[in-house]
């Protein structure tokens, strides 16, 4: 039977889980395929496309949420109390979740947005909410803070992380806490911090509208 896009795709990323981005190749995708791998360019044009579709795959389920909110009766009642910045947050947690859930998917899901590869629906609805500049601050952060989580599961994986009693010696009896949900916390706390600078910004060009309109 005659392979399609969506299957090209669902190969790429069964060779991502097995062998990581940089092992990710065309070559690797076609013998998933069992096909030459002149066969897939009659999908892709090229490798960047590939990972653009991957991207899109990756964290296609990211704003399933908000539209499923978006229905009617309580929920919809429940949907519009939520602010923009609550959406915004929301989004940037749900999409870290999605990275995380694929070997390098933060890898694939940034490098993808990094050279622009096709059009994010993530990034629009996030420049809908908190403007363009503020979509891609958190963008930046939430890709950022993911690549760092994955390599260190990665090194976790691999026994290369220093003993943890090792790290803390001297520093009393105190337990150190689990770095797993330590990450996950800072993330949180980073976040807030960034949605918490754009409502201020927000404020602050809200106020110098009305000093230009009333002044």
């Not at 892709?44 to 795959?57: E, F, G, H, T």
């Not at 870290?96 to 096709?118: E, I, N, P, S, Y």
């Not at 916390?185 to 009333?214: P, V, W, Y």
Request: glycine content about 12%.
């Amino acid at each position: 039977m005659r392979n399609t896009v969506a299957d090209v795709v669902a190969a790429a990323l069964r060779v991502l889980d097995a062998h990581g981005l940089e092992g990710c190749s065309m070559r690797r995708v076609a013998a998933e395929l069992d096909v030459q791998p002149s066969a897939l360019y009659h999908h892709v044009p090229n490798k960047q496309s590939l990972l653009a579709r991957m991207a899109d795959v990756i964290v296609g389920g990211v704003l399933e949420g908000d539209a499923a909110g978006a229905g009617v009766g309580a929920n919809a009642h429940a949907h519009a109390a939520a602010s923009d910045v609550d959406r915004a947050r929301s989004t940037c947690v749900s999409m870290r979740g999605a990275m995380l859930a694929v070997r390098d998917g933060a890898d694939v899901v940034a490098t993808a947005a990094a050279f622009r590869l096709g059009s994010s629906a993530v990034e629009r609805r996030l420049a809908e909410w908190v403007g363009t500049d503020g979509a891609r601050a958190l963008l930046f952060y939430t890709f950022g803070q993911a690549q760092s989580t994955q390599t260190h599961r990665q090194a976790a994986s691999l026994g290369a992380l220093i003993d943890a009693g090792e790290r803390h010696a001297g520093f009393g009896s105190r337990a150190p806490a689990d770095p797993e949900v330590s990450l996950d916390a800072s993330f949180e706390r980073g976040l807030d911090i960034i949605i918490a600078g754009l409502g201020a910004g927000n404020g602050k060009q809200l106020a110098s509208t009305n000093d230009i309109l009333h002044g």
